[in-house]
């Protein structure tokens, strides 16, 4: 790359979590550099944040507004892209805006609040031309796209069954009761949508199975659980699901699986071979056989495709873990972003981090468990996101 | 013990699998040994089992009506319990013959076709007052013991979330259509049932979540798959779970999940800390804890409760497993029947064997689980068997 | 076989451990029953036993000498073979008196107190003809099968590295000054001999890299440490090996690995693979590649060699463990038993147990490390045991 | 800290494994910023480096002592410190430059070729006052550091055996024949110094256990290997220790144990307890007691020490590995050096990374192994650095 790309980012100030790890994945590769940015309402706080990070205080500012505005006027030193990081309620508004004034956009998950506001988001990236990033991080780990390339390849057969797995314990207690930042947006259905758990993990849960597989829904049935008293919103999620195709999943994320830490776990089964990847321990991808051993396969390996070999930095035995995930997902987009800009078409391994479709297949995910849970009977999932 | 004690076994000849997993089971703690058999529909091959056993040839029997009509007639080294290991029809003709002839029954799982026949069951071994084990021989291992008496003392608080699951995968072909023995039993309604995985294995799960934790269904909702075409009952289950109190559940089972051999696993998530048990490595049990290191609890050890002791045989990292899980059934049973023999009250620690009123509950789990699936809708799944 | 065949047992009274193993693990496959035994030398103890197995009084004895005089002069019922597991002292002379009054012998390890014993003892087999097995349990597991066999089709290629370790933790304390009975015995030096550590679990280690690989030592460093305060017998042993043709080997084996049960492991590195496996979960077998996915062997597949087949009972993900693996060395000798007395020659299958010469390469082993220690030196440790 | 410093960097041009790991690390949290570098010895190729990163070209030079010159005599933008991280031979000569013309230093290991430059280099540190660091990055590892609090408070009692391996699998085959950069200078005895195994990874281990326990050796016996023919320095090591004290320790490294990607794993047994940490799993470390289950710790987990969470930037479950923990060992550098620059003492949690007494302690060690091995015995290791 000719230099590097300049970013602002949205949200991220004190207190928050998601937004310095955003910082830090893109510090990872040193192909962007962070210039600018609003990260919180408090103009206070922003400028704290600014002024940790060593940036010009001329572009730190109190709203999201302003800095739109601002930069967008700018005739030097012009942003590349915004990085979206706020609560879930701002990534849509933010990220219209910051697309109409011409700017690429990452942004965090869930991508919106509603069906119609995603949609709207995806006509609006089309008429824009601008490129949108969500961070649907875990597709961004290498044994993730090598199990996305063994099924693609026909490794697995005809597949059959689908579990994945999100179990989390950190909402196993009334924790949004004592002011725990991100518990109280998160269990906000102001802030954080229709859904707490779904709109958190279950929608990284139905990401991860799309990504490896490219299986589309067909129906759903979902049993949403308030488990811990006082919360409002479901911390608990069991969904059954019937794809297109005839293979059947199970999908299971949990705020109050109290013990485990992020524990997301996928298998896949097919009519040849299964397969098997845990994030937490994310640098080993297991095949299992009817008639052979038990393959790990490791990141690192000369026998992985391109796609995870392409994704990873280290050699094997060097474990490389979640911030090279995230990092994976900024450095495909702004690779993509300085191809465009210097009008050459992105590469293929480039041109692989979740879109503005993805983030309306998982709003319509999530709005779609919450109405089988009314209902309590199965419903259609069938979806075509606008492009 | 006084003596050994004297079985039949009916069922368990040549190309039976579970029959020389039951005799094996008894050897191991030379408690009890078979005296007679009819092993086989076939009196040829029943005598070939016979030989083989080292049988004296005048108890070998080509039927099951001639075993009991001849040895209820027996005046010395009379039987005193008949193992049961034929396909699923015959359980439940064999075992009230068996009851109603005076002896002791240790019979293998689904215990009956039909409901109406597992609660006719409980009222003949009430009726008979003899003694009725079924062979939920996962529920012997010392681990899960520990995990029932940690359930028991509050140590995970509440109940929340419960993920059992079963995958195997050797179903995963039509194997049936070779002609192999355990495959067209299984997969045929006039022998197996109803069911398949869920009579085969899905009952395990039912049993072992009952046994751990106490819960009682309140309602399920299943969908159940019949993946491998040509295959006539289902070979996939995931079924959502209500339970009395609150907690939830997940309950997958399969025989078509490629590359699994026998993966029975059990999560159960409380209020306080959860636990996690996993079949094909069961000298451990994990204890995870929302403020505190994970811990693994091992067979053997000091620190575990009386009920795990008991049910061991070697000091730890020594492994046992699958056979000493399966004999600590039978161990538990014959003790109980030996006391009762000798007059006396059989000791907690023995009394602690699948009930006939266990295997009457698998049954209506079985029949709920098909109906809920064929309504395609959540169902009542609350039931008492009778007494 | 025809029949069962009878066995008598010096050694197993009340207080002992391995006497019960021995004697489960023969009931395990029911190819012979005990019919005799002098099960200590307090005779009072030994009825005690005789009694809880049902023997026949008559052929209960106070003393081994009483036993094998008797038994010798039996003409009905004969014994086949006489299993003697008393503390290491004993082996010896009753061995020597077992073989020469015409009985085949199992015995456990280590084989005898001297090397001159040992090789006495080998000489005495010869002349006597007789069967001698010696209980290296260790061998009996499948995937240690397997493992020779990877090994033997040249699989991991020429042999360069071998870290075979057996750390446990059980005597991290003065145990024996608490009267625990094992540990009074194996810390006293008239009846365990010159070792504790090494001659309890390093000669298992010896074995199992002589049993897997065929590898014969060509010299030895040892570093013998007495750690525990008050203790005589050495409690943790690390040795560094030199095979000949080149391999090199480390060799750890303690007693004072606080926290650990019986971890014995074993890693071959060839040229071509490596392999790894673990008694404490025994089932599998890890094979390494320098550019192919790691592979875990599991027991019970179609992919196994014929070895591994024949020592298995129970399909794979059904775990067998200890007791199997202990049950595979009686069930193959008493097979070979069973042959040579049909005077039939056994199968290459069964004729796989350690034999009198393995008992004499383990005592080499012992007093070899013991030398080498105490000079602080390289030593030579080649060694060709009589036949 | 008020800015950002500034370094430059010598080695890590074209081909080179570590420079870019030793960047990225810096990166990772954004304190320090590369401005200047000596990449190779050919000035062609540095400059290529140079333009990848975006350098000022005036800053890109051909040669390190041109590049300590020039730096040495700004006046403005001066640099901070100078990373070393060339093939062995030349650390010592550019550390020595750089301490003496006034820039701290971060240098790569082993630190030197002879224990005499090493010990200049302790007396150049003091002399110049300057700040210098080694790069021992397992050291950074959180885990390690817990491991290091558990033995410093006293949880695992007094040490009693230490366990520390170190395989890897890559040198299994003559690969610097085929000229892959990494093994051709390693190899050879100009570039790497007297060895290959102990230089590149077994000083890692002598390290890893004087930072977790605190031990100083007291002699040693080691075997060295050069097993793949054609090969001039060693590529396997079996070292036996008895550490000051009366522990005893095992470290076996080696670079042909094949199928090994970088498997380096420390056990500590006490009186008490003992601990088990494998690197290429690093967000986790096991305690084992005697008579209590034994437990997994986690990074992110509110139980762990000060250290360990100041060395985590993500909460559990979200892994963190290879890279974080070479950063921390920057970082940690980094802000003593802001601090000293400030005029403050550096925090005691900042403090922490390896000195170039560890360094020197580094040198003895290999040099210590390698005379061990050449005599065949057991050598005196008693060695302190000059302070």
Redesign the interface.
């Given at each position: 790359m000719e230099?590097?790309l300049r970013y602002a980012m949205v949200g991220g100030g004190p207190g928050a979590?998601i937004g310095?790890?955003h910082?830090?994945a893109v510090?990872?590769?040193?192909l962007a550099e962070i210039v600018a940015g609003a990260f919180s309402s408090s103009a206070e706080k922003s400028k704290e944040t600014g002024t940790e990070?060593?940036l010009d205080p001329n572009r730190v500012y109190g709203s999201w507004q302003e800095l739109i505005e601002k930069e967008a006027s700018r005739t030097t030193d012009r942003l590349d892209f915004i990085s979206i990081v706020t609560p879930n309620f701002l990534h849509y508004p933010v990220a219209k805006a910051a697309l109409e004034a011409g700017f690429d956009v990452v942004c965090d998950k869930p991508m919106t609040m509603t069906v119609e506001e995603s949609e709207d988001l995806c006509r609006t990236v089309t008429k824009t031309g601008r490129l949108f990033a969500l961070t649907h991080n875990y597709t961004g780990y290498p044994m993730v796209k090598e199990a996305r390339k063994l099924v693609s390849d026909g490794k697995l057969g005809e597949l059959?069954?689908i579990?994945v797995?999100y179990?989390?314990?950190w909402l196993?207690?009334l924790l949004e009761s004592d002011g725990q930042k991100q518990a109280v947006w998160r269990s906000d259905p102001e802030k954080a949508g229709i859904s707490s758990a779904l709109g958190d993990i279950g929608t990284h849960c139905e990401n991860l199975v799309h990504y490896i597989t490219g299986l589309e829904m067909d129906s759903m049935?979902a049993?949403l659980?308030t488990?811990v008293a006082g919360r409002v919103l479901e911390d608990?999620a069991?969904i059954?699901i019937?794809y297109k195709g005839g293979a059947?999943g199970?999908l299971?994320c949990?705020q109050?699986?109290?013990?485990?830490?992020?524990?997301l776990t996928i298998?896949v089964?097919?009519?040849?071979?299964?397969l098997e990847w845990k994030?937490?321990?994310?640098?080993y991808l297991r095949?299992?056989?009817?008639?052979?051993?038990?393959?790990?396969?490791?990141r690192?390996?000369?026998?992985l495709g391109a796609a995870a070999a392409h994704a990873s930095?280290?050699?094997?035995?060097?474990?490389?873990?979640?911030?090279?995930a995230f990092a994976n997902i900024y450095t495909s987009a702004i690779r993509c972003m300085a191809a465009r800009a210097a009008g050459a078409a992105p590469t293929a391994l480039d041109n692989d981090y979740p879109t503005v479709q993805d983030g309306a297949r998982g709003i319509h995910f999530i709005h779609t468990a919450v109405d089988s849970h009314k209902r309590?009977?199965?419903v259609d999932a069938s979806y075509s996101p606008p492009k």
């Open positions: 230099r590097k979590f310095a790890v910082r830090t510090r990872l590769d040193g990070l060593h059959r069954k579990v797995e179990p989390q314990g196993s207690t049935l049993d659980g488990v608990d069991s059954l019937k059947r199970i299971y949990s109050i699986s109290i013990g485990e830490e992020n524990a298998r089964y097919g009519s040849k071979a299964a994030q937490e321990n994310p640098n095949m299992k056989y009817p008639d052979a051993p038990e393959q790990i396969l490791k690192g390996s000369g026998y930095r280290l050699p094997g035995g060097h474990p490389e873990a979640f911030i090279e309590q009977s199965w």
